[in-house]
C-alpha cells in the first residue's frame, strides 16, 4: 500500500498546562511566530485559555483545538463543556479518546459519539488510539483495531478523510515512559492502522487520513519519526510546554519533503 504524501500536522496537547494566563499567551505567540505555510501547527490548550488565545488571533497555520469535548449537547453534566459552548472561538481540532481520558471512564461508545458531533461541527477530530503495552501474541493490534471500528462508527466513511488518527502508545507517553515507541514500531503501526481503516472504507480514504505519533516526542527524534516512522506529524505534549524545542518540530516538520 503505497501512502500518499499529506501536509505535515504537528499539535500540541497542552493537557492541564501551563499554570497561567500570562504563560499561556506567552506560549501560544511565541508558538505562532515559530509556525510556518507548509506545516499545519495546531495549539490544543485548556478551555480556560481560549479567550486569550483567540486575542492572539490563531491563523491557518497556527490552529486552535481543544483536549476534550463533551459527547452529549446538552445537560446535567456538571463540570463539562459542550461543543455549542465553543462557537464563539475559531475552535479547528478537539482531541478525542486521549489516554488519559479513557482511564477516567471515556470508552469507545462515548468517543464515537464525540466524533460525530465534531464531524458535524466541521471541527477536526484527532482520535487517540493507543495499547497499554505490548505482548508477543499481538493482542495489541486487536485492541488498535477495536478502537478504529468503534470509535469511527457514527460518521460516514466520506467523512474519515477529515479526522486525524494519533497513534499514542501508553507506554510511551509522559514523564514516567518506559521509553518512547521506535520509528520502526511507529511505521509498523501506521501501516496496521491504514490497513484497519482501508478495510473498512477503502484504500483511497485509507490514503487520505492523516496518521500521526504521540508519546514523548522532541527534537531529537522528530526528523527519524517523520522519515522512517511513517508519520504525517506528531501530538506532543510536554515539549509543547517549550517554545524552543515545540518550533524546532515545527521547523523539523517543515524541511521534511
Ligand atoms: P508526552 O505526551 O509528549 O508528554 O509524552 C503526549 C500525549 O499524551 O499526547
Not at 69 to 98: D, N
Not at 138 to 159: D, M, V, W
Not at 176 to 201: H, L, Q, Y
Amino acid at each position: 500500500m503505497s501512502v500518499q504524501k499529506n501536509k505535515k500536522i504537528i499539535i500540541a496537547n497542552w493537557k492541564m498546562n501551563p499554570g497561567t494566563i500570562t504563560i499561556a499567551e506567552k506560549l501560544f505567540k511565541g508558538i505562532k511566530k515559530g509556525s510556518m505555510k507548509g506545516v499545519d501547527t495546531v495549539v490544543c490548550a485548556p478551555f480556560p485559555y481560549l479567550t486569550i488565545i483567540k486575542k492572539n488571533k490563531p491563523s491557518a497555520f497556527c490552529a486552535l483545538g481543544v483536549q476534550n469535548i463533551h459527547h452529549e449537547k446538552e445537560g446535567a453534566h456538571t463540570g463539562e463543556v459542550s461543543l455549542s459552548m465553543l462557537a464563539s472561538f475559531p475552535v479547528k481540532y478537539a482531541i478525542v479518546g486521549h489516554s488519559e481520558r479513557r482511564a477516567q471512564g471515556e470508552t469507545n461508545q462515548i468517543i464515537a459519539q464525540k466524533i460525530g458531533l465534531l464531524i458535524k461541527a466541521k471541527i477536526t477530530p484527532v482520535l487517540c488510539v493507543g495499547e497499554k503495552e505490548r505482548d508477543h501474541s499481538g493482542f495489541y493490534l486487536h485492541t488498535i483495531k477495536e478502537q478504529l471500528i468503534e470509535c469511527l462508527s457514527l460518521i460516514p466513511k466520506a467523512s474519515y478523510k477529515n479526522i486525524v488518527i494519533a497513534y499514542e502508545p501508553l507506554w510511551a507517553i509522559g514523564k514516567d515512559a518506559a521509553r518512547p515507541a521506535t520509528p520502526e514500531e511507529s511505521n509498523e503501526m501506521v501501516i496496521f492502522i491504514r490497513k484497519c481503516v482501508s478495510d473498512i472504507a477503502g484504500s483511497t480514504v485509507a490514503h487520505q487520513m492523516r496518521v500521526i505519533y504521540g508519546g514523548s516526542v522532541s527534537s531529537k527524534d522528530a526528523s527519524v519519526f517523520l522519515r522512517e516512522g511513517g508519520v504525517d506529524g506528531f501530538l506532543v505534549g510536554r515539549a509543547s510546554l517549550d517554545i524552543k524545542e515545540f518550533t524546532k518540530i515545527i521547523a523539523l516538520a517543515g524541511a521534511q519533503k
